[in-house]
């Protein structure tokens, strides 16, 4: 099922959210609403079949890795993290967290709006106006 799961392509972020494992349907429900709650200047879009978010450039976006829910920052490595929870996971400007449980999101609500808040600072500063990605 899982290999079924990530040949579709999705429409929406609703769509891509509804056609996940029902375990991880919470998870990104959470993430979508969280992300979106942090700037009414944040938009979202399917790119590259995933749910992607954008202000001034890519700011975040969030999908699975071997069935659990992450959510990345595409300039997280300018991101100072002071939690330690990013992983780069070999990658040299995209960070990621994963987050397996709903309780896993709740549990790191705060850190979360915090980093959300400073990449949209980063894309304001460093960002381009008028660019999706």
């Known amino acids: 099922m899982g290999l079924f799961i990530h040949s579709m392509k999705y429409s929406t972020i609703e769509d891509y ?25 944040i938009q979202g879009a399917i790119m ?3 749910p992607y978010f954008y202000h001034r450039g890519g700011v975040c976006y969030f999908s699975t890795q071997k ?12 991101l100072l993290d002071e939690a330690g929870l990013l992983e780069s996971k070999e990658r040299k400007q ?3 967290i994963s987050l397996p449980t709903l309780q896993d999101l709740q549990k790191h609500l705060p850190y979360l709006q915090e980093l959300l ?14 660019k999706k990605w």
């Open 17 to 41: 959210i509804d056609r996940q494992l029902p375990e991880n349907q919470p998870v990104f429900e959470e993430l979508y609403r969280l992300i979106l709650n942090a700037s009414h200047l």
């Open 48 to 50: 590259w079949n995933t």
């Open 67 to 78: 069935k659990v829910p992450y959510l990345a920052f595409v300039h997280g490595n300018a």
């Open 94 to 96: 995209v960070k990621s």
């Open 117 to 130: 808040q400073e990449a949209l600072l980063w894309n304001e500063q460093y960002g381009k106006v008028g």
